[in-house]
């Protein structure tokens, strides 16, 4: 909820999609256009950070840089200009990870675009999770899912790689599909799950989940009091 | 550190880490109703109208439920629906989505229709894990019993007995799809605990458990024959011949019209009501978490069970305050973080059941031993420290990078300081009532996932409600296609809003006329009312 006004008295000078205003201090980017009587529902989903439905693009004043950040997440800051980019076009591979066969080689069928990263790391930059994006990319060509995976780990999809590339590829979703192949078809079956996925099947607990349904509620609640 | 974050912490207790007596049943209890939200008798008001007439529920929930629908009176319908599907489900979580690719895989026409973005949802922000009994020595059995006792023994046992033992094939699903859960160096999936259980039981992806899930989910129904429509909610089911539902209205939020859906079959998985902020509570909820779904099926005549029941989980930021109600995963305590009052004391096993800390912390909080924010509210330490002097360095980092990336970002940098905390609007308990294949009262009317009730009891154990959204999502998908195959031709003419009438004359009498509030409200309105 926004609370925010309690704890800063001071007010910080910003510009949100062109038009000029004055908002509390401490308030997230969302916060201050709700503050300012926007409607947010482009642009909004989970407001913890981990949808990705709040790209932002924005500027300091005195700074020609252009700076990228999750809406939910930042805090606004005096002489700030921001805007909200709230979908990103991107171009998805329509495969199913069950059928891959070759899926290092399959890469380059479903993204071909990935092979012409120009190095330029503007993605990495852009990143608002920190990710090494521009080597996330190169790992992906070179077949090393497992890296990959873990350097991607944090990705909430929100495109701002996309929108930095000058190769127009979308590392996001190169790296969604190296992830999946990794864990589809690389990394071996759990043995803990295996194992009870057969016990399960003999049925070696339906005696005794049979014995605790056809028990009173009572009698079921009494038998489950205690911890095993 | 920012200068408030800097005078906030430059005040703090020695943590003293003696361990807090254990609680005997009779102590658990009374600091229940004493302290939980569910047994206070404050911000309550009894339902007067439609099937749960009588129930007692926070004052929030009697109000969506006892709504004036968002489409007026007379209601008509145009000739001809927008659409004819098999299969309408109704939101674009983690239950609608394993809905929408069973019922797809089926060969059914599947229309997926939701508030926001497709995975927008509770679900991609879970961030602790999925239980799972895999270990030795546990058993779906234990999972039950942990289950039953956690949940107050209010839990339906036929739905709880099918979570636990289809779990393990849910689990085995989503590894076929490519969603990747730790492992421990033998290959096996790792195992943590979770508060309330007698062994360690939960698969994560770190601390990004839900997003893992959205990310891969959602890319599978986006390339699966299904027709998406986001950004269009639904505002109110349709009746068809017998009372049984035949479709719902959307509303395009964009477009600002209504489209007519018909359908054989509806699935609600439309979530909790978290974003209702009951009794004031900040939430952890994503933004349109306004129980869209219950409104709309009690006018149909649909029972609820369990509604007066909600997880206030124990651990929502509270400083700074513009993180107010985002959650601390319950894994940290598992790992072994612990909690302090102002006075520098442990005051509960960490490790109790959610609904149990929660009543300890708003017990400390409200008899003096809570630590004061600068904008007035108070909460307690949960410190992260111990994790890391346990564990080893660096554990807090390698396991709950979500964490520390949002505390960060606002100023706390929290393998150093402790996280101020205090309980936040979470999960709906209860929901629609519904049996193992997801029917509702109503005909043709399914339900998974949060919107649900009965099988949590009074009660949730952390890492229940995703293994809930697979193994019930699938069951009602499969269901779904069968009952739209099996249900007797219907015309368009037949169709109609009439439930809405009859519900809203029954309001008018039992309020004598006075004006109700509008629901489902789709989103909360946060902006400066003066604006």
């Known amino acids: 909820m926004d609370t925010s006004q309690k704890e800063h008295e001071t007010m910080v000078h910003v510009s949100i999609n062109g038009r000029e205003y004055d908002v509390p201090a401490g308030s997230t980017m969302v916060q201050a256009m709700w503050y300012t009587g926007h409607e947010v529902i482009h642009g909004i989903g989970c407001l913890g950070g981990v949808c990705g439905a709040c790209a932002t693009v924005y500027r300091m004043k005195g700074d020609f840089r252009l700076r990228n950040a999750l809406a939910c997440q930042t805090l606004v800051q005096d002489g700030m200009s921001f805007s909200m980019l709230d979908s990103y076009p991107i171009q998805r591979a329509h495969y199913d990870v069950a059928s891959l066969t070759d899926p290092k080689e399959e890469l380059f069928t479903f993204y071909p675009e990935s092979a012409t990263c120009r190095n330029c790391n503007a993605c990495t930059e852009v990143c608002p999770q920190g990710i090494d994006v521009r080597d996330s990319v190169w790992r992906a060509n070179f077949g090393d899912f497992k890296a990959v995976a873990e350097l991607t780990m944090s990705c909430v999809m929100c495109g701002l790689c996309v929108s930095r590339c000058i190769a127009e590829m979308a590392p996001h979703e190169i790296a969604l599909y190296a992830r999946r192949a990794y864990g589809a078809k690389e990394l071996p079956f759990p043995t803990n799950l295996r194992t009870r996925l057969g016990e399960i099947e003999k049925g070696i607990f339906s005696k005794e989940m049979d014995r605790l349904l056809a028990l009173s509620p009572e009698e079921l609640k009494k038998e489950c009091e205690v911890k095993s | ?531």
């Open chain 2, 1 to 531: 550190m920012s200068d408030l974050v800097d005078s906030f912490y430059a005040h703090m207790p020695e943590f003293d880490e003696t361990p807090p007596s254990a609680l005997s049943p009779e102590e658990r209890a009374s600091l229940l109703k004493s302290f939980y939200p569910d047994y206070r008798p404050e911000g309550k008001a009894t339902i007067r109208v439609g099937p749960n007439a009588g129930t007692v529920v926070p004052e929030e929930v009697a109000t969506l439920l006892e709504s004036r629908s968002r489409i007026e009176g007379p209601r008509l319908i145009p000739d001809h629906p927008d659409r004819d599907v098999d299969v309408l489900i109704i939101g674009g979580g983690g239950a609608g989505i394993t809905a929408a690719l069973h019922a797809s895989e089926k060969g059914a026409s599947v229309l997926l229709a939701t508030k926001l973005r497709v995975g927008d949802s509770n679900t991609v922000m879970a961030e602790g894990g999925i239980q799972s009994a895999l270990g030795e020595g546990d058993s779906p059995v234990d999972h039950f019993r942990d289950t039953f006792r956690g949940g107050h023994g209010a839990n339906d046992p036929a739905l709880l007995s099918v979570l636990v033992q289809e779990g393990p094939q849910m689990v085995e699903w989503l590894i076929s799809r490519g969603i990747l859960f730790d492992r421990d160096p033998q290959g096996n999936l790792s195992l943590r605990k979770g508060g309330g259980t007698s062994r360690p039981r939960l698969i994560s992806a770190k601390d990004y458990t839900g997003l893992e899930l959205i990310r891969v989910l959602k890319e599978d129904v986006v390339n699966a024959p299904v027709e998406i429509l986001e950004f269009s909610p639904a505002v109110e089911l349709l009746q068809g011949p017998g009372g049984a539902c035949a479709g719902a209205v959307l509303w395009d939020l964009d477009s600002r019209k209504y489209l007519y859906v018909k359908a054989r079959t509806v699935i609600l998985a439309t979530g909790g009501t978290g974003r209702l902020h009951l009794g004031g509570f900040a939430t952890s909820n994503h933004f349109g978490a306004t129980g869209d779904g219950l409104c709309m099926a009690y006018r149909m005549g649909a029972k609820l069970v369990h509604i007066d029941s909600f997880q206030y989980h124990p651990t929502g930021v509270i400083f700074p305050s513009e993180m107010a109600g985002m959650l601390i995963t319950e894994a940290v305590r598992g790992a072994g973080a612990r909690m302090y009052n102002r006075l520098g004391r442990r005051f509960v096993n960490e490790l109790e059941t959610r609904d149990v800390v929660a009543s300890a912390i708003i017990r400390e909080c409200s008899e003096g031993r809570g630590v004061p924010t600068p904008s007035g509210a108070s909460g307690v330490y949960l410190d992260l420290a111990s994790i890391d002097r346990e564990a080893g360095e660096g554990t807090v980092l390698k396991r709950f990078p979500n964490i520390v990336k949002l505390m960060t970002r606002h100023q706390v940098d929290p393998t150093r300081f402790p996280i101020l905390v205090y309980p936040t609007l979470h999960y709906q308990n209860g929901g629609l009532q519904t049996d193992p294949n997801g029917h509702t009262s109503i005909s043709n009317l399914l339900v998974a996932g949060e919107a649900s009730g009965g099988l949590h009891g009074t009660n949730r154990l952390m890492g229940n409600s995703l293994l809930e959204l697979f193994v019930f999502g699938r069951r009602a998908g499969l269901e779904a296609v069968k009952e739209s195959r099996e249900r007797a031709p219907f015309s368009w003419k037949e169709v109609s809003m009439a439930h809405v009438d009859h519900f809203e004359q029954a309001l008018a009498r039992e309020f004598e006329g006075a004006d109700r509030p509008m629901a489902p409200t789709l989103f909360p309105d946060y902006r400066r009312k003066d604006s």
